[in-house]
């Protein structure tokens, strides 16, 4: 049969309206108005048909195909939700478009289908009178009574084989086409993201004016997508360093365009937005991912809940939904995917002040600002898990281990109401911050980054574990992967940049310095320059760094601390005391009462060390009326056994053991540094070296929590006394030569100074006297301007004037 012939589009118009289907526009008032592809599509069809009921399936087969994998309701819901925002129609009292309950779509306003143009008119008329460029099929020629085709005049005849020969080439040609084509058309529908895109969350516009909706929708869709382990989200490091990009504040709204304009600079895939609205009784979610590059509308899902709720719900089974239609697999889904009232909290108002904590963590970096936020939250609901592992967060980076371990337990009890994700993180930390067990936490990290190994937190954890255990190697290669995957924290460029110099790698933790502060993220580096500093011997940079923290919270006391350990270094002990005051104070205006007695505990150390046993014990009893904790338990107790109170230091230790019985670094370095020195007091060197013997593997580590890692070191520093004391000269020399073979994990530590005095002694007692003099000249260069009457410092001229 011949085909049908092909209606040449022309303009079809209704009220002040224009469809110019050929040029694919819409126009009212002779000015295009903005319709994107599909909805403009829909609206030909209906317009093609008016006053006719069009079924959601005849739009389906025509816009997308047969067989199509897609949520085709939906998506016609979208685009007609689009056209009548468009041609601002009521679906309650429309004028266009009328919605028939079950069926479909009738367009019920008067349509005029305009004529084309005489001069278009005539160049159809032309074209029709020319041979065409392709040839059609034409139906076959009757047949006359001897069984041959008759022809017209004038035409050639063609024989049945030939008309094969013509016709199955172009049939293929065609049908070729139209596979080509509606794979391409296909693909721009279903484009699916993969494992190395990111996506970019914007904001979920809240149209319903329930303040509780603000903020707190896009922060429970956060949560839930990150159940995800195939959808990798754009961090809120990365959002605020495109907002900048863009001249905008960090804290900008994330509107539709906003994100898009995000996503682009985040060189992300898709940006996904949501919008809730209050229909009558009802809450109608309508949640859209869009592609950053286009702009077209890849999903949307459309949900309503019944009450205020089911609003997390809901919003929960979107969130599923819009996993599968960005391209994970329906198993991966149905495996990592928790309700989202459970893996955060069915209290709407408990999700917000939560929400709040959060935001002010991300935005301004003040953890204690946050704290109120999350207490807030568990007094709602009190079986919010991740608002206690929130406040187990906020207190560790505040260096209030007491106060962290306590809410890392709560959230450890409840870990079964999180996702996997999260599930993850809580076991981690409980091991790390509540029980100190840093294999546990390392596997439990390790499982962490193998699921989700977009997770730049299980990274950043594995290389805190590494750290403290003395692997550099293996912390930098962590540090690493985690800047990799979250290259706009500072936070982790203070990682990289404090493991290269604890790896001697000083020239590579300047590099990495200098291009934070060339993409200005070396706002954390604070502490790291000043240490960098002080191995080069850098004075003015150290004073400069100094400066600089004056007024920040959470830095000025670490750099203050510091300051006073480099005084204690050269010999100032005065100075040093100074310094420690004003760190205490600092950090008591910050909240931080655990740090505050941690640098009271340190500044007993130093006293003790330079052999003043009386300022060592009246600090030491400071320390503890202020705080207790892990860290200032065991600097109060190293005082004391420096300064002779064994029997004051034998009960912390032994207070030590029973609260931490787990705790990797108590049990393998602060118990055998402590036991070892007490061993020492009683004359024991053999029972002390047998005691260090469990430091063995992890005397290089930085055991303490904070970035002020004062305790560095201190078990070679007791062995090398040790070996003094049971008159193994060559042994000792051996445990200080590895003090100052490792600068970049020492620094500034008074033991780094000491040990020049200590390796001294070794040498004497080896009858090794140039070597000997030479180290005592060190250490009384180190000390050439030290305060007069220091202790210690008499005892070294004494000694060194009988070497000459």
Not at 193 to 202: D, I, N
Not at 658 to 686: C, G, H, M, Q, W
């Amino acid at each position: 049969m011949a085909s049908e012939p092909i209606r040449a589009p022309g303009p079809i118009r209704f009220e002040d309206f224009e469809v110019d289907e050929s040029a694919r526009r819409l126009r009212r008032g002779g000015r295009v108005v903005k319709l994107e592809r599909i909805p403009l599509e829909i609206l030909v069809l209906l317009l093609d048909r008016p006053g006719e009921i069009v079924t959601r399936d005849e739009i389906a087969t025509k816009v997308w195909g047969k067989g199509v994998f897609l949520d085709t309701d939906n998506s016609t819901r979208g685009a007609i939700r689009k056209i009548r925002q468009v041609l601002k129609d009521d679906p309650e009292q429309p004028r266009f478009i009328q919605t028939v309950t079950g069926q479909g779509y009738r367009f019920i306003a008067p349509v005029i289908s305009l004529k084309e143009s005489p001069e278009e008119e005539n160049r159809a008329d032309v074209s029709k009178s020319q041979p065409s460029a392709v040839p059609y099929l034409m139906p076959s020629a009757p047949v006359t009574s001897d069984g041959q085709s008759a022809q017209a005049p004038g035409v050639l005849a063609v024989s049945r084989t030939q008309r094969w020969k013509i016709v199955m080439p172009l049939s293929f040609l065609l049908i070729a086409g139209l596979v080509a084509g509606g794979l391409v058309w296909r693909s721009r529908l279903a484009r699916h993201v993969t494992q190395k895109e990111t996506v970019v969350l914007g904001d979920f516009a809240n149209l319903t004016g329930d303040g509780v909706f603000d903020g707190t929708l896009r922060q429970g869709l956060s949560v839930q997508l990150q159940q995800s382990p195939f959808l990798k989200l754009a961090s809120e490091e990365q959002i605020q360093r495109a907002l900048r990009m863009m001249g905008q504040e960090t804290n900008a709204p994330l509107t539709p365009e906003t994100a898009r304009a995000a996503c682009q600079r985040t060189n992300s895939a898709v940006a996904l937005d949501g919008s809730i609205s209050l229909i009558g009784t009802r809450y109608d979610l309508i949640l859209r991912a869009v592609d950053c590059a286009s702009g077209e509308l890849l999903a949307s899902e459309e949900a309503q809940a019944q009450g205020r709720n089911d609003v997390l719900d809901t919003l929960g089974r979107l969130a599923s939904e819009m996993r599968r239609r960005l391209g994970e697999s329906l198993g991966n889904v149905q495996k990592y995917d928790i309700r989202l009232a459970q893996v955060t909290t069915p209290s709407l108002d408990a999700l917000q002040s939560y929400t709040l904590g959060e935001n002010i963590q991300s935005q301004t970096g003040n953890f204690a600002a946050s704290l109120p936020f999350f207490h807030r939250a568990i007094e709602i609901d009190p079986n919010f898990a991740m608002a206690y592992w929130a406040l187990g967060d906020a207190y560790s980076t505040l260096g209030e281990t007491g106060s962290s371990a306590e809410y890392m337990r709560k959230a450890f009890r409840l870990r079964a109401r999180v996702s996997e994700r999260e599930k993850s993180g809580v076991e981690g930390d409980y091991y790390f911050y509540a029980t100190g067990d840093l294999m546990n936490a390392r596997r439990s990290f390790e499982v962490y980054a193998k699921i989700y190994p977009d997770s730049g937190y299980a990274h950043n954890m594995l290389t805190g574990c590494s750290m403290m255990l003395g692997q550099y190697g293996a912390a930098l290669n962590e540090a690493r992967e985690a800047l990799h995957l979250a290259p706009s924290n500072t936070f982790l460029y203070r990682l990289v940049a404090m493991n290269y110099l604890l790896s001697e790698r000083v020239e590579d933790a300047v590099a990495t310095a200098k291009e934070a502060h060339a993409k200005g993220l070396d706002s954390d580096l604070g502490a790291v320059l000043y240490g960098i500093a002080f191995y080069r011997d850098d004075t003015a940079e150290m004073a400069r760094q100094g400066a600089s923290a004056i007024g920040k919270p959470g830095e000025e006391d670490l750099l203050l601390a510091m300051e006073a350990d480099t005084a204690a270094y050269f010999g100032h002990v005065g100075n040093a005391r100074n310094f420690s005051q004003r760190a205490v104070v600092s950090a008591e205006r910050a909240g931080e009462k655990e740090t505050a007695a941690g640098y009271y505990a340190v500044s007993a150390l130093r006293e003790a060390l330079v052999g003043d046993g009386y300022g060592a014990r009246q600090l030491a009893a400071t320390a503890m009326r202020h705080s207790r904790g892990r860290e200032v338990d065991y600097g109060v107790a190293l005082a004391l056994a420096f300064a002779g109170e064994t029997k004051r230091a034998q009960v912390l230790a032994d207070d030590l053991a029973k609260r931490y019985p787990e705790d990797t670094i108590v049990r393998f370095n602060y118990l055998p540094t402590l036991r070892a020195k007490l061993a020492l007091s009683r004359s024991n060197p053999r029972q002390a070296l047998a005691i260090l013997a469990a430091a063995d593997p992890y005397e290089l580590g930085l055991p303490a929590y904070s970035f002020y890692n004062w305790p560095n070191l201190y078990p070679v520093y007791v062995r090398g006394e040790v070996y003094l004391a049971a008159h193994q000269g060559g042994e000792a020399a051996t445990e200080f030569r590895k003090i100052l073979d490792h600068r970049g994990i020492v620094l500034n530590e008074p033991i780094g100074a000491l040990a020049h005095l200590q390796l001294g002694r070794a040498y004497a007692m080896e009858g090794e006297i140039s070597r000997a003099k030479a180290a005592y000249r060190d250490f009384l260069t180190l000390w050439k301007d030290a305060d007069p009457n220091i202790s210690i410092l008499k005892q070294a001229e004494a000694e060194y004037a009988k070497l000459q």
